[in-house]
């Protein structure tokens, strides 16, 4: 491992910080970076660089790195990109472990010139820089944040084991935000921007060992080694399961791609094959990359069989159409099954999959069907949907989910489709690590993948 | 125009509505159903109609129907299968102009003896039937509301333009509960569960008519008269965009959908054939359900070629990337606008479409853009990405969006990924009729869709 990669670990966990740029001018980007890490509540040392001042908010300031009298790990650079080199050597000078360039102005505005400077520095000093061009990091467990968006408009989502890896700043924070909003946890948020000296290849080499990290989101726009990242690629996903996605598919949209961040976005079609050829699950759009990503912390399915439960007929139906839709099976229940889902069905309802357990099943009738649908090898996972607005439905239906999903016998996927109380239900769900979803396309989508998956991985032993 | 449905208004804009089977127990359907009508401020007067009571929760209650000494423009009915008969011959008797059966055990538990009995006594009487096995209908314009699902578990939607006729009960409350989750207005629900008296072809009979609605949501599991469906898509569509989802495609899922509403499920490939050749809108989800409405109430499109405007590079590429794989045009810039363009960006910025404001872009420069973009002939629709995490974005651009829609020049579809936050910003948008979208393929999908329609009108011409 390259000795930069070893050093990584400490911008994601460093004891001091010093912020290039920090300023107390509302909104300057330098402030934002400051306010973010003292009200973050960043557990290491926080310094400001920047010769106007002395202090910033009440944080010590110098007017240059090598300035600071105490031990530097990480340095957060927000200046103009003539003054990025310099500062980097006197991070090198300073013996900082590594450099975040969050300012543009190199490759994709054809500075090739500053960007080599970086690569150089990079290189001679055995520095890791993230960037430049980009938002750089952000770590829950350490509050390491350097995503320059103020946290009332941005939210952060808490601590878990899903690593983020992008190109795209923009598209990078969104994400953050929504994985926030949907109580999603993340191991490191990492947006490389224009990737000048460290790219998408060394974040997924750093991932594959790092301890906090299961899963990989992969965002990318264009890469320079298509080779390697293939490699890569395959090497990683064996371990930790990698969701990718292309931007800057087509050609307009690729020229759109390369003034971004100053890469060639490339064939699109070689990016496809280099994910199916390393078993990466492709995601087509946003809403995907969620949907696949949540369920990757299930575990896998022996197989296609689905059995799905439900308190309204007509969700199961679109279940069902789901299940036929993405290639997956109806299970058929084994006969000691069917007997004891009788038992739970009223007088008037008939075993069938899907069960309809009909609109005046409680909680308890779930629990029920659950523990026989768990026992039967006929089946390998289970869309549970429930509709919340029903009266007989009250919380206690998300204990018994999440300790189905805790058993970690069979991968489930829940449905529950609404407006505000079925939202507050999901984001409960979400936050004990059952994946909940909007529709039962987008679950049963999110289960082919995992089962792809599981199959790709069985074949490997 | 079948005397039925004109009489059918009346369900709609009662002005007196007897509950049969209203009770004060708690959590019984007919007591929700009180109460819904109580709380929701229903605009005409109530009664009860249960023999063990005479008053519930305040209103009067009376053993029969016939009991009841005023006029009773609907009935609503929520007792067993077997004695909806003998109520229905009541309702004729007093005169009532229409009846909702909530009530299930007709021809899905193949009780075919009751539903033929409740065909004849529509025809008999000249009473339109709405069920049974339904939840009803509900109209946010005078409250009448059968849909028997508590409002705080269940949200109802405000005052609009959309009508959303559904066979499924379960998924059409959660159709209703989405919707006004997102803001979205709807002119009427109604859930004609087995369609025994009156279906879907007699629902769309009478929204052509219906001056609130000017856009309908059909959602199919099976259909009795597949060539008078199609007939009445093709008159009706031509008016009001029809947006339609069928339900039980295949197989198994088949079955359940017939054990769920007595119906037929059909081949779904003929379904398909008949969507095409009415041009009706197809959704093949929930999700794309909601997209797909919500454009249609904007100005048709001349053409397919698309504006794009960004504060976020990243979302810029992947809109593209829709455009592209929906089979859009990203539009080319006539000279002028490329020179207006120049003057709203940065120094460093470039003139492309997509147009990349970007992050530092304030509200002032989306509002010259767009204006610019509405004045070019070379422009069919604007699709405007806005990520609302950037500092300089504040709530002035609702203003500017809603204005841009209220012109009514071109078709808009907004793009915005976030969490907390944005999803305030979206509800506002949606709340004042500015499609917005979570993804920019959901967004460019919906565009797909209306530019579709417009080119079918602009053929029929």
């Known amino acids: 491992m390259d000795e930069r990669l ?183 948020f990492i947006s490389y921007g224009n990737g000048t000296a460290l790219n998408e290849c060394d974040m997924l080499e750093f991932l594959e060992k790092d301890e906090e990290t299961e899963i990989i989101i992969l965002y990318l726009e264009g890469v320079k080694d298509g080779r390697r990242l293939l490699g890569w690629m395959k090497k990683v996903n064996v371990k930790k399961p990698i969701i990718a996605m292309k931007a800057g598919k087509y050609g307009k949209a690729m020229a759109a791609a390369r003034s971004h961040t100053g890469n060639i976005a490339g064939n699109y079609m070689a990016y496809k094959a280099a994910f199916r050829q390393a078993k990466v699950t492709e995601a087509d759009s946003l809403e995907e990359l969620f949907d696949f990503v949540k369920i990757f912390d299930q575990p896998l399915p022996k197989g296609n069989r689905v059995a799905v439960i439900t308190n309204g007929g007509g969700m199961g139906v679109l279940t069902a159409d789901a299940i036929n839709d993405q290639g997956m099976e109806i299970a058929d229940y084994s006969e000691a099954s069917k007997e004891a889902l009788k038992k739970i069905l009223p007088s008037y309802g008939s075993v069938g999959n899907p069960l309809d357990l009909v609109a005046d099943a409680g909680v308890d009738a779930y629990e029920k069907a659950i523990a026989v649908m768990m026992a039967d090898q006929n089946i390998d996972s289970l869309a549970i949907v429930v509709l919340t607005q029903t009266p007989p439905i009250d919380e206690r239906i998300i204990g018994v989910l999440t300790q189905a999903c805790d058993e970690r016998k069979k991968p489930i996927v829940t449905i529950s489709v609404g407006g505000e109380y079925t939202e507050a239900y999901k984001r409960a769900l979400e936050s004990k690590g059952v994946p909940s979803y909007g529709s039962p396309l987008a679950a049963v989508k999110a289960l082919r993948r995992l089962s792809d998956y599981a199959m790709w991985k069985r074949k490997l032993k």
């Open 6 to 188: 070893k050093k990584l670990a400490y911008v994601f966990k460093p004891r001091s910080v010093a912020i290039v740029g920090g300023s107390p001018v509302p909104n300057k980007i330098g402030n934002v970076l400051m306010k973010n890490f003292i009200d973050g509540r960043f557990m290491g040392k926080i310094y400001a660089v920047n010769p106007k001042y002395t202090e910033v908010l009440g944080v010590p300031c110098y007017p240059r790195v090598t300035d600071i009298p105490k031990l530097v790990d990480c340095v957060i650079i927000a200046t103009p990109a003539e003054t990025v080199p310099g500062i980097i050597e006197d991070c090198g000078k300073k013996g900082a472990k590594g450099v975040i360039v969050l300012s543009g102005g190199f490759e994709e505005v054809n500075r090739n010139d500053l960007a080599d400077r970086v690569k150089e520095l990079s290189v001679q000093y055995k520095l890791p820089i993230i960037g430049p061009n980009c938002l750089g990091v952000f770590n829950p467990y350490t509050r390491v944040d350097s995503i320059f968006l103020p946290m009332y408009k941005l939210q952060r989502p808490g601590p878990g084991n899903i690593a983020f890896v992008t190109q795209s700043g923009a598209v990078g924070s969104t994400v953050v935000d929504l994985a926030a909003h949907y109580g999603m946890g993340i191991s490191k």
